[in-house]
């Protein structure tokens, strides 16, 4: 992860990681990096990833900016412990990756899950496959199938069973999604009247039989409602937010695409890199874009790459995010603010999983696992019109929503805590600074807060008392309301409006499809299973 470490004259004041692709630097609250000082403009400067997946930084001042002693026109591209003067401060730019173009993780395998990923709204809902004898020395036992592949046999298999007629991993069995598989093993198994000699498909409540036993796989459905109170470098303890962090977790085993909102400065980015950090992708690359500072033009470059000559200026080929994603994450943050021909760009990747880069010829097919984020009311956004329904509904498989610091005031002891530990371990926050921050309310959230701790620390060191706390006049509004909440209709009308889209779009695939569940399923993007539950919420068994 790239950091800046921030100095001031010969003292070394601070650490900042970067943790997305994008980092604001100045001195409002709104920014990534809030440094204070009359030589620092609001958003003085941006640090980012370039397209060809280098970084630069971006000169947005009237104070001017510098690295390595070098003016700043515009752009200037940033490497590995260059210097940047921003105002009186001297920030050293660290990364482990710097000028990294290409994928790292190219023909990476990643595992999917066993279980399958029903639902998750305020519980979880889970199916996973469980092996049932139903016949022989072990009849009525059941094992659930939690692993990838497991041997079914004699004392040597995974899952040991009593019957002497067997052998040592006398069959096997692959589960993935929810989907069984049965393999040929070291011994004879029946399935449908025919020897088991080539892997096949075992679909739930046939029989099997290996020696005396017959056993069938069957599926259950465990619901539960997961706390925690630790998500990736997110703290709290708070009712709300431990539920919100259970759910995380459990998403995190699966592919599921997960939309995360919000109100700026809740954490989506964090929460973002902590689903990819735990699961079975965390040793493949985290890739996150900006789809704010994505122009409609720009956008199918930026995220599919281009072939060398394939437009005016592209004097090299360029490996898209998506394909620098391939084997891990793919996080497009500020997903509302795509224009509408960009979404259908990203739909169509979407739907069909390939890829093409501007000017090439050749699809390809990274195993990406998608995450989005959002400050808008998507459901309000599609029911006037400014995103496509279809797009919002490949979006929200899985829809967390990540409270504000106002709504969990209880945790912001130690939040405040956990902050300031990452800005300097000699850093401490004293009890009157703790109960002068609980009196504000904080619109710009964790990230105003983080930037409340930082100015204190750089204008009067690091112990945190209250006499070092200030606030930004801009956020006097105890309780403000962002711009989507004050247009939207009474009594969730946009809910429903979402609804009835998703009713009819269900309806018309069932037709198109036949009442043919798997392909209806198929069309629409979702599990079938998934689609079983929404035909019985919607009233549409018949």
């Not at 708070?238 to 259970?246: D, H, K, P």
């Not at 010829?361 to 990406?368: E, G, Q």
């Not at 902050?419 to 371990?425: N, V």
Request: with cysteine.
């Amino acid at each position: 992860m790239a950091r800046l470490i921030v100095h001031r004259g010969p003292n070394r004041l601070l650490e900042f990681r970067i943790s997305a692709q994008r980092a604001l630097i100045g001195r409002a609250d709104a920014a990534d990096l809030g440094l204070p000082g009359d030589t620092i403009s609001r958003i003085h400067c941006t640090v980012q990833r370039a397209p060809d997946g280098g970084w630069e930084v971006v000169d947005r001042s009237r104070h001017g900016l510098r690295v390595n002693g070098a003016p700043v026109a515009g752009a200037a591209r940033i490497a590995h412990e260059d210097e940047l003067i921003v105002g009186e401060y001297r920030l050293v730019f660290y990364t482990r990756d710097a000028g990294l173009a290409t994928p790292t993780v190219a023909t990476r395998g990643v595992a999917p899950p066993v279980e399958q990923l029903l639902s998750a709204d305020d519980s979880v809902s889970v199916q996973r496959l469980v092996l049932e004898v139903r016949e022989g020395p072990d009849a009525g036992r059941r094992e659930v199938l939690g692993q990838p592949e497991l041997s079914v046999g004699a004392p040597g298999s995974d899952i040991v069973l009593s019957d002497p007629a067997l052998c040592p991993e006398h069959v096997r069995i692959s589960v993935s999604r929810g989907r069984a598989l049965i393999k040929p093993g070291a011994g004879f198994a029946v399935l449908d009247g025919e020897r088991v000699d080539e892997p096949t498909p075992l679909y739930l409540g046939e029989d099997v039989r290996i020696g005396d036993t017959f056993f069938r796989v069957e599926a259950e459905t465990t619901t539960a409602t997961p706390r925690a109170e630790r998500f990736g470098q997110m703290v709290g303890r708070s009712e709300a937010i431990r539920q919100v962090f259970g759910l995380l977790q459990s998403v995190s085993r699966h592919t599921t695409t997960v939309l995360l909102t919000g109100e700026t400065g809740t954490g989506k980015d964090l929460a973002a890199r902590g689903i990819h950090e735990a699961s079975t992708r965390a040793d493949g690359p985290f890739i996150a874009v900006n789809c704010a500072a994505l122009s409609a033009s720009l956008f199918e470059s930026e995220l599919f790459g281009h072939e060398r000559g394939a437009f005016t200026g592209a004097n090299a080929a360029h490996v898209g995010a998506w394909e620098q994603a391939d084997g891990g994450t793919l996080f497009l943050d500020e997903i509302g603010e795509l224009p509408e021909p960009a979404q259908a760009k990203l739909l169509r990747a979407l739907d069909s999983g390939e890829i093409r880069r501007v000017g090439a010829t050749r699809a390809i097919f990274p195993k990406v696992r998608l995450i989005a984020a959002t400050n808008r009311e998507l459901v309000h956004e599609v029911s006037a019109g400014r995103f496509r329904a279809d797009l919002y509904f490949r979006l929200a498989a899985i829809v967390v929503k990540l409270p504000p610091l106002r709504a969990r005031l209880e945790d912001l002891p130690l939040v405040a805590e956990s902050i300031a530990s990452g800005l300097g371990a000699d850093v401490r926050i004293q009890d009157d600074a703790i109960e002068l921050l609980a009196t504000h309310h904080f619109p710009g959230n964790f990230r105003e807060l983080r930037n409340v701790l930082t100015r204190a620390v750089v204008l009067g060191g690091p112990v945190i008392s209250a006499r070092s706390i200030s606030f930004s006049a801009w956020a006097a509004d105890p309780a403000p309301r962002l711009p989507f909440e004050a247009n939207l209709p009474a009594g969730g009308a946009s809910h429903r409006a979402v609804d009835e889209l998703d009713r009819e779009r269900i309806r018309e695939a069932l037709v198109t499809h036949r009442r043919n569940l798997s392909a209806a399923a198929a069309a629409l993007g979702v599990a079938r299973s998934t689609l079983m539950l929404k035909i019985k919420r919607y009233g549409l068994e018949r």
